[in-house]
Antibody, heavy 118, light 113 residues
Framework: EVQLVESGGGLVQPGGSLRLSCAASGFTFSSHWMHWVRQGPGKGLQWVSHISGDGGTITYADFVEGRFTISRDNAKNTLYLQMSGLRAEDTAVYFC???????????WGQGTLVTVSS | DIVMTQSPDSLAVSLGERATIDCKSS????????????LAWYQQKPGQPPKLLIS???TRESGVPDRFSGSGSGTDFTLTISSLQAEDVAVYYC?????????FGQGTKVEIK
């Protein structure tokens, strides 16, 4: 069974840092692009970043503005999102998702909640 | 960025009746070389992650009930639930993957009338 399990969310003060992890199982992790997508409270879905299977291609949404770093460890089947300079508007559930083909997502993890507040 | 706009924002449908959700992209998401529209539909139930229902505008994923269907091409797309069931209460999102960044519609909440 394909499974994605996020961890690392929590409460952080504005300007703080957090590292999210996404443990993958049930598929050949290194063969797939992986994505982070977030959902603010009561809001819609917003793509954050993606990374190619070999880690050689990385893209971020404009709002990241150099504050987040996506990475992966294919030996550990794990995806990461290092977040710094966090703002209140970064408060959201962060989902990791496996990329399929040209860029739709299946499956999604359960998500991890990041709350940025003083 | 390609803007995806869904309509309506919410709808209430009686059990067994048809539900229709529209999704419009700000530019064509059809690649002429393969004649495919790069559009997916997701279902999100409360407290759950999104679930992929349809890719390539009309290809239903394995295990998705056949009451769900997708149609459209270019810039205009539709998700149809032919006979609404109680378990279909959810928010539905369209997403384009024609170009990066992938973008989503704002979501349509489907409820029982």
């Amino acid at each position: 069974e394909v499974q994605l399990v996020e961890s690392g969310g929590g409460l952080v003060q504005p300007g703080g840092s957090l590292r999210l992890s996404c443990a993958a199982s049930g598929f050949t992790f290194s063969s797939h692009w992986m994505h982070w997508v977030r959902q603010g409270p009561g809001k819609g879905l917003q793509w954050v970043s993606h990374i190619s299977g070999d880690g050689g291609t990385i893209t971020y949404a404009d709002f990241v503005e150099g504050r987040f770093t996506i990475s992966r460890d294919n030996a550990k089947n794990t995806l990461y999102l290092q977040m710094s300079g966090l703002r209140a508007e970064d408060t959201a559930v962060y989902f990791c998702a496996r990329g399929i083909g040209s860029g739709y997502f299946d499956p999604w993890g359960q998500g991890t909640l990041v709350t940025v507040s003083s | 960025d390609i803007v995806m706009t869904q309509s309506p924002d919410s709808l209430a449908v009686s059990l067994g009746e048809r539900a229709t959700i529209d999704c419009k992209s700000s530019q064509s998401i059809l690649y002429s070389f393969n004649s495919k529209s790069y559009l997916a539909w997701y279902q999100q139930k409360p407290g759950q992650p999104p679930k992929l229902l349809i890719s390539w505008a009309s290809t239903r994923e394995s295990g998705v009930p056949d009451r769900f269907s997708g149609s459209g091409s270019g810039t205009d797309f539709t998700l149809t639930i032919s006979s609404l069931q109680a378990e279909d209460v959810a928010v539905y999102y369209c997403q384009q993957y024609y170009s990066s960044p992938q973008t989503f519609g704002q979501g349509t909440k489907v409820e029982i009338k």
